[in-house]
Nanobody
Framework: QVQLVESGGGLVQFGGSLQLSCAAS????????MDWYRQAPGKQRELVAT???????NYRDSVKGRFTISRDNVKNTVYLQMNRLKPEDTAVYYC??????????????WGQGTQVTVSS
């Protein structure tokens, strides 16, 4: 079994910064892509940023230039540095990981979510 534990959410003013962290633990052989998603009230969950095991990244257009995703493959941790935050960034942020277990099967795991609130 694998657990993803997120931290770093909170309340911040317009234009402020937050860093989210998500640490994976358990029966992990390796981790492929790691992602951050978010879900605002009344809206569908959307992909915010992705990072591959090799470090390639991709972002949704609305966060490009403001958010940076990174990972530490030794610590099995993914980060999301969020700068110049806007009220429309308010959402519950979830990390997601494609984990390869010791059987070499790949499984999809989600964190519990962390609330980010940006006040105007």
């Amino acid at each position: 079994q694998v657990q993803l534990v997120e931290s770093g959410g909170g309340l911040v003013q317009f234009g402020g910064s937050l860093q989210l962290s998500c640490a994976a633990s358990g029966s992990i052989f390796s981790i492929n892509a790691m992602d951050w998603y978010r879900q605002a009230p009344g809206k569908q969950r959307e992909l915010v940023a992705t990072i591959t095991s090799g470090g390639s990244t991709n972002y949704r257009d609305s966060v490009k230039g403001r958010f940076t995703i990174s990972r530490d493959n030794v610590k099995n941790t993914v980060y999301l540095q969020m700068n110049r935050l806007k009220p429309e960034d308010t959402a519950v942020y979830y990390c997601h990981a494609e984990v390869v277990g010791f059987t070499r099967h790949t499984y999809s795991y989600w964190g519990q979510g962390t609330q980010v609130t940006v006040s105007s």
